[in-house]
């Protein structure tokens, strides 16, 4: 069946540090692909998203590339600022009407100044 | 503004009492969803429905009712039936075709059971 996997956190950074949390996936077919973000006591925000190999997707200075050879969707951002801190979930959609979004665990960053 | 509101954010309840938790749309969504959030769990799916009147078990359906009366509305029921309540429920909402699947989140309602 279809599944996410995505790194353990916690993930401890200083401000402005290099960002990435890596995210594979298993899935037949072509997926639609996407990060969320969760601020404490919040509700799930689009981050960004990528629906065929090879789309980068970009938001807020946070970029993901579609890899199907690797079955990859790793997310990076260049310098990290401490309003980044947050829980990241990267998730698929197997583009069949109706399905549900399939979600990898989480992986919370916390960037100190 | 479009979107989705869930209420109450903060809900207590004691044991052995049902619970119905809100959530409401206008963003003239076909597909709606629960999900259970649990710390170092990710998101588990509850429920989700299509279209109004018709509904799909997710994977922790158990100890769990919705109803889908209105396109707009996917209230979940938390049952006595269910061991463990306490948690964060966020409910979702997402074209049911023409779209990437994107879905669209409620700012969620944390469940404490006393």
């Known amino acids: 069946g279809n599944s996410v996997t995505q790194m353990e956190g916690p993930v401890t950074l200083s401000e402005e540090a290099f960002l990435t949390i890596n995210c594979t996936y298993t899935a037949t077919g072509y997926p639609s692909l996407f990060w969320y973000v969760q601020y404490p006591g919040e509700g799930l925000q689009l981050l960004l998203k990528?629906?065929?190999?090879?789309d980068k997707g970009s938001n807020k200075g946070f970029e993901a590339t579609y890899r199907k050879e690797t079955t990859s969707f790793h997310l990076e951002k260049g310098s990290v600022q401490v309003s980044d801190s947050a829980v990241y979930f990267c998730?698929?959609?197997?583009?069949?009407?109706?399905?549900?979004?399939?979600f990898g665990k989480g992986t919370t960053l916390s960037v100190s100044s | 503004d479009g979107g989705i509101t869930q209420s109450p954010k903060y809900l207590f309840r004691k044991e052995g009492q049902n619970v119905t938790l809100s959530c409401e749309q206008n963003l003239n969504h076909d597909a709606m969803y629960w999900y259970r959030q649990d710390p170092g769990q990710g998101l588990r799916l509850i429920y989700y429905s299509q279209i109004v009147n018709d509904f799909q078990k997710g994977d922790i359906a158990e100890g769990y009712s919705v109803s889908r009366e209105k396109k707009e509305s996917f209230p979940l029921t938390v049952t006595s039936a269910q061991k463990n309540p306490t948690a964060f429920y966020l409910c979702?909402?997402?074209?049911?075709?023409?779209?990437?699947?994107?879905?669209?989140f409620g700012p969620g309602t944390r469940l404490t059971v006393l």
């Open positions: 990528a629906t065929k190999a090879d």
């Open positions: 998730a698929l959609h197997a583009n069949q009407a109706g399905t549900a979004l399939i």
């Open positions: 979702a909402s997402s074209m049911l075709a023409g779209g990437s699947g994107e879905q669209f």
